[in-house]
Antibody
Framework: EVRLVESGGGLVQPGGSLRLSCVGSGFDFSFYGLNWVRQAPGKGLEWLSFISDRGDTIHYADSVKGRFTVSRDNAGNSLFLHLSGLRVDDTANYYC???????????WGLGAQVTVSS | DIQMTQSPSTLSASVGDSVTITCRASGDIGAWVAWHQQKPGEAPNLLIYKVSLLKSGVPSRFSGSKSGTEFTLTISGLQPDDFATYYCQQYDTYPLTFGGGTKVEIK
């Protein structure tokens, strides 16, 4: 069974930083691209970032480009998202999501809540 | 960027009804559309990919279709477990984009 488990969420002040982690199991982690997707309270899904299986291709949404950095450690079956320059409107549940070989999201993590507030 | 315009935003229906949700893409995305279901307090789950292919384990009452740049999710014979929010997603190009969601409520 494919499992993706996020951690590292919490309460942070505006302008602060945070690092989210996502550990994958039940599949060959190094063979899949991965995404970060967030959902603000009561809102829809917003794609944030993609990293390819080897980490050599990366994409970001304009809303987070220059502030968020995605990376991965295939040896540790881990995906990361470093969030900096956080704003109140970055408050959301952050999901890691596996990408199929055809690039659709085929599995979702449980999510990690990030709250940006003073 | 490709915009996905999803309608309606809310839909009220009864168990046994058939319902249709539509997404219109702002450009040509071929057949690269997926549909995800999200229940309250839970993560989304993939239902359909490449317009009409069901993920393993998804009931056959779910179906998808395409006409030009308009994509449709149909649920034939709503079951109590189907009351949820549904999102379309295009994966033709980055940035990946989602529709705004359709909440299917009990009438």
């Amino acid at each position: 069974e494919v499992r993706l488990v996020e951690s590292g969420g919490g309460l942070v002040q505006p302008g602060g930083s945070l690092r989210l982690s996502c550990v994958g199991s039940g599949f060959d982690f190094s063979f899949y691209g991965l995404n970060w997707v967030r959902q603000a309270p009561g809102k829809g899904l917003e794609w944030l970032s993609f990293i390819s299986d080897r980490g050599d291709t990366i994409h970001y949404a304009d809303s987070v480009k220059g502030r968020f950095t995605v990376s991965r450690d295939n040896a540790g079956n881990s995906l990361f998202l470093h969030l900096s320059g956080l704003r109140v409107d970055d408050t959301a549940n952050y999901y890691c999501a596996r990408t199929s070989s055809w690039h659709y999201v085929d599995n979702w993590g449980l999510g990690a809540q990030v709250t940006v507030s003073s | 960027d490709i915009q996905m315009t999803q309608s309606p935003s809310t839909l009220s229906a009864s168990v046994g009804d058939s319902v249709t949700i539509t997404c219109r893409a702002s450009g040509d995305i071929g057949a690269w559309v997926a549909w995800h279901q999200q229940k309250p307090g839970e993560a989304p789950n993939l239902l359909i990919y490449k317009v009409s292919l069901l993920k393993s384990g998804v009931p056959s009452r779910f179906s998808g279709s395409k006409s030009g740049t308009e994509f449709t999710l149909t649920i034939s014979g709503l079951q109590p477990d189907d009351f949820a929010t549904y999102y379309c997603q295009q994966y033709d190009t980055y940035p990946l984009t989602f529709g705004g969601g359709t909440k299917v409520e009990i009438k």
